[in-house]
């Protein structure tokens, strides 16, 4: 299955796509695009080992304000909280446990430092986890984050959801004057079926003047500069972001129904450039 996929990716040379989000809109036709891979981990290693470090490190912590937006949980890179399964996949799980003055565990890994790239195909396929206070995303942040800081160095969100709501997922940009609850975001929904019972396949195609949100390979937003209200800051290089997040200012906090311990299964991340 993943090895199909890359073959489709790479020599489709166009594509129409139906346009879903809360409401359906009309059919949308892509110019050609194809695609040379130019980095992938499809998590292959023994069950309990750790991501590989050639291309992946960590965030660890609570960070400041709870990573900006309140959340709650320890990040740290012990297998309990990131490994492989030994089945060619990644599992990130958050944990209801008391850790370095912390009530809840969890895994942030990043590519920083070992790999960023301008534009092209960045896709993962992935099943999330659920319940209220449950934050996962898979997202990318501007390589040049420690010289101009957040949100100037931009943020693209290819995935993130809230945990109470399993069949709604939000593709979104931040950047200067669009960042926050301001950002420039939108949701899509799923006609049948639920994100954390089943894998489903999250992508951006990102070019000079626009970035378009897939699920499935349906596109369901296009966001160009002239849309938003701020400076356009995605013409340099970006890194990548795996995490789960408990609480916080985007998904509101764990409830007593909440189901701990709550695993993000990744069956893969791949990064391709225009042939």
Known sequence: MKKLHTI??????????????????????????????????????????????????YDIGVGNNGWGNSELQHYTNRPINVQLNGEGQLVITARKESYAGSGFTS???KTQG?????????????????????WPAFW????????VSWPQCGEIDIMEQRGQQPTITHGSVHGPGYF??????KPFGLMSGRFDTEFHLYAIEWGEDYIDFFIDDYLFQRIQPQDLSGEWVFNKPFF????????????????????????????????????
């Open 8 to 57: 489709l990716i790479i020599f489709t040379s166009s594509l129409v796509m139906f346009l879903y989000g809360c409401e359906q809109q009309a059919i949308q036709t892509l110019p050609e695009r194809s695609w040379t891979l130019t980095w992938s981990d499809d998590f292959e290693g023994p069950l309990g080992s750790s991501p590989d470090k050639s291309k992946w490190t």
């Open 180 to 185: 926050g609850a301001n950002a420039k975001t």
């Open 140 to 147: 990318l942040l501007g390589d040049n984050i420690s010289e």
């Open 107 to 109: 895994a942030r890994i």
């Open 240 to 275: 990548m972001i795996l995490n789960i997040a408990v609480g916080g200012n985007y998904v509101g906090y764990p409830t007593t129904g909440t189901p701990f311990p709550q695993a993000m299964v990744i069956d893969y991340v791949r990064v391709y450039k225009k042939s």
């Open 114 to 134: 070992l790999f960023s790239q301008t534009y092209g195909r960045f896709e993962a396929r992935i099943k999330t986890p659920t319940g209220p206070g449950i």
